[in-house]
């Protein structure tokens, strides 16, 4: 099967325009229009975004900011972590501008644990390690202490019945400097809440289809 490249715009909530670009990879026939519908994630997945990044032409980012994901099926193997770190290292270098990885909550916590120091190691030359909270609010809470984030991207729509928590939880973050991500973001009332709580950057429905442009991988070899 191929391999699906899809680029997603990250509103940067203050700036009412694109502040960061998410790079999603899908196998087969999937067709999201928003980030949170890519969820069937893996190691083929997280190496074909990486590899999109290292073959695309110099600044097709803009110097934007760039995301991409961190999958449990590539971080809870020990060979496919290390091959996974040598190439992020290599991607970051080849990346006009700041490379942003999203580890998922859904991650071994014990193997975490015992991986904490090389994921860190990555971030020596500016790389961040951001988490992806795949669950609701308790699953946010419980992961927060487990690491110095530089950004957590929550799932709106798995929030909505804990809006509280959100806003609590963001509040947190923002007062140790860690940049908020919340996608799923469904229409002008929610982003207006959004832009009064401590979110960074935004994605959803509310601003249309967010995919800025998609292909298969093979046309970058």
Known sequence: ????????????????????????????DEEPN?????????TTTDFAALRFIEQANFDWNNELPVCVRLTPDTFNSEDKFEKWRVEAKKTH???????????????????????????????VNGLEIGLEVVGGMDDASNW????????????????RSEFSKFVVYTSQMYGKDIKNMV???????????????????????????????????????
């Not at 928003?34 to 893996?42: F, G, L």
């Not at 950057?201 to 070899?221: D, E, H, M």
Request: proline residues 2%.
């Open 1 to 28: 099967m191929n391999t699906h490249i899809w680029l997603f715009s990250m509103v940067d909530v203050q700036a009412h325009k694109t502040g960061m670009i998410f790079v999603g990879a899908t196998v087969g």
């Open 34 to 42: 928003q980030i949170h519908e890519i969820e069937a994630q893996n």
């Open 93 to 123: 270098q080849l990346l006009n501008g700041r490379l942003l990885v999203l580890v998922q909550s859904t991650v071994d916590r014990e193997w975490f644990r015992t991986k904490a120091t090389e994921l860190n190691d990555l971030r």
């Open 144 to 159: 927060q202490e487990e690491f110095d984030w530089n950004a957590t991207q929550l799932n709106l729509g798995k929030c």
């Open 183 to 221: 996608i799923d973001v469904h229409d002008r009332s929610e982003l207006i809440t959004i832009e009064q709580v401590y979110a960074d950057y935004a994605s959803g429905p509310v601003f249309g289809n967010a995919c800025i442009w998609n292909g298969p991988l093979s046309q970058l070899n």
